[in-house]
């Protein structure tokens, strides 16, 4: 009887000190709410942003032929810029409204991502459109530094003829002209190292 008494003191002792190790690792109540509420703050902080940007380009775009989208974080300005057949020069007639998206961005919004998406009609190979498609994002790209973008913040990718993303499905030549443009994507989330990447097929 003596004997036995220590052991279950013993025991007794050795799971409390384990329940007590297990609570240290639970979150406090007003620990997870504050959490929470930082959470949809940071969420409500975003949102604001992408509504914001969004109108600011709505504004800037509307003597522009672009279709703009807001979606979940971030806003898309679709066919900012159309390229010739076979061709990644930028045209003089889209430097405008690059011009004032890169400002718009500059002044108000430094810190959001920028996508930089090149698109190529489905004339010729595969591989070859790829490319096209990134020469176009990058000649887009390249202008929006040089026009007062940070260079961090901006990022180029090519979607080639992809064809869930051509405007005018299996176009090309002169028909095709809408398919062989640029995009650009405006993500809310923040810039941080981005490297020039093409996205899988």
């Known amino acids: 009887m003596n004997i036995r008494t220590p052991r279950l003191a013993m025991l007794a002792a050795g799971i409390t000190a384990v329940a007590l190790a297990g609570c240290s690792q639970y979150v406090k109540k007003d620990e997870l709410n504050a959490a929470i509420q930082q959470i949809q703050q940071k969420q409500q902080d975003q949102q604001q942003q992408i509504d914001a940007i969004k109108q600011q380009m709505q504004s800037q775009f509307s003597k522009y032929d672009s279709q703009i989208t807001a979606m979940q974080g971030r806003v898309s300005v679709d066919t900012v810029a159309h390229f010739a057949f076979n061709s990644a020069d930028l045209n003089d007639q889209d430097k405008p409204a690059l011009q004032n998206f890169a400002e718009t961005i500059s ?24 490319r096209l498609g990134m020469k176009r994002a990058e000649a887009v790209r390249d202008f929006l530094v040089s026009s007062g973008i940070n260079a961090d913040q901006i990022r180029a990718v090519s979607y080639g003829e992809d064809a869930n993303r051509q405007v005018a499905k299996g176009a090309t030549r002169d028909r095709g002209a809408d398919n062989r443009r640029v995009s650009l994507t405006v993500d809310s989330t923040g810039a941080g190292a981005v490297a020039s990447a093409a996205p899988a097929a």
Do not use: C, Q
């Open 107 to 130: 002044k108000y919004h430094p810190n959001v991502l920028i996508t930089v998406e090149g698109f190529a009609d489905p004339a010729g190979s595969r591989a070859y459109n790829k």
